[in-house]
């Protein structure tokens, strides 16, 4: 089983800052299929970036993924007001499919 | 519009089971793999189980393997969790889930084990 570790666990910004999330795996993602989602509370995650890099449909280009083999990046270039929420990421290059723990990002 | 809509969550108690449903409008849903995810209170997301387009590709997390079953209709557009033995740690809200990548998820739908 692939374990994805997900780094920070919070994350600490303010408005107009940029982020980067951390989602490291156990052993290489079989052809980076690694994806990332926002949660917001009391609602379902929501695809952000799938196949390590690519813009799921609808989400805005300040949000870009990068990676492959063990190590992938979520970029958020300049926080707004809604992207605060929590995000995972999640390899389904081999089962069992895994998530990270996730990481809250919050207003500082 | 992509839905999906969860049902069949509840209160049970340990040992019991129950069948949840997830029916799907707006794609070719024979075209696609389905998942079930569940996120249990104030905890992250736990992938438990996946099926093919084609229904011979079936894969389960370890903690439910043997206890629970999905399945799919593609004629009635609906995919389902047979959920037996249940224990107390099962309690989450379960989601459904289309494609490889999970392009679009339901609104869940909540499992509760309580004696």
């Known amino acids: 089983e692939i374990v994805l570790t997900q780094s920070p666990d919070t994350l600490s910004l303010s408005p107009g800052e940029g982020a980067t999330l951390s989602c490291r795996a156990s052993?290489?993602?079989?052809?980076?299929?690694l994806a990332w989602y926002q949660q917001k509370p009391g609602q379902a995650p929501r695809l952000l970036i799938y196949?390590?890099?690519n813009r799921a449909t609808g989400i805005p280009d300040r949000f870009s993924g990068s990676g492959s083999g063990t190590d992938f990046t979520l970029t958020i270039s300049r926080l707004e007001p809604e992207d605060f929420a929590v995000y995972y990421c999640?390899?389904?290059?081999?089962?069992?499919?895994?998530f990270g723990q996730g990481t809250k990002v919050e207003i500082k | 519009e992509v839905q999906l809509v969860e049902s069949g969550g509840g209160l049970v108690k340990p040992g019991g089971s129950l069948r949840l449903s997830c029916v799907a409008s707006?794609?070719?849903?024979?075209?696609?793999?389905m998942t079930w995810v569940r996120q249990a209170p104030g905890k992250g997301l736990d992938w438990i189980s996946y099926?093919?387009?084609?229904?011979?590709?079936?894969y389960y997390a370890d903690s439910v393997k043997g206890r629970f079953t999905i399945s799919r209709d593609n004629a009635k557009n609906s995919l389902y969790l047979e959920m037996n033995s249940l224990r107390d740690e099962d309690t989450a809200v379960y989601y459904c889930?289309?494609?490889?990548?999970?392009?679009?998820w339901g609104q869940g739908t909540l499992v509760t084990v309580s004696s």
């Open positions: 889930a289309r494609g490889r990548e999970l392009l679009n």
């Open positions: 196949d390590a890099t």
């Open positions: 099926i093919g387009s084609s229904p011979s590709n079936i």
């Open positions: 999640h390899q389904y290059g081999s089962s069992p499919r895994t």
């Open positions: 707006g794609f070719t849903f024979s075209s696609y793999s």
């Open positions: 052993q290489s993602v079989s052809s980076s299929y």
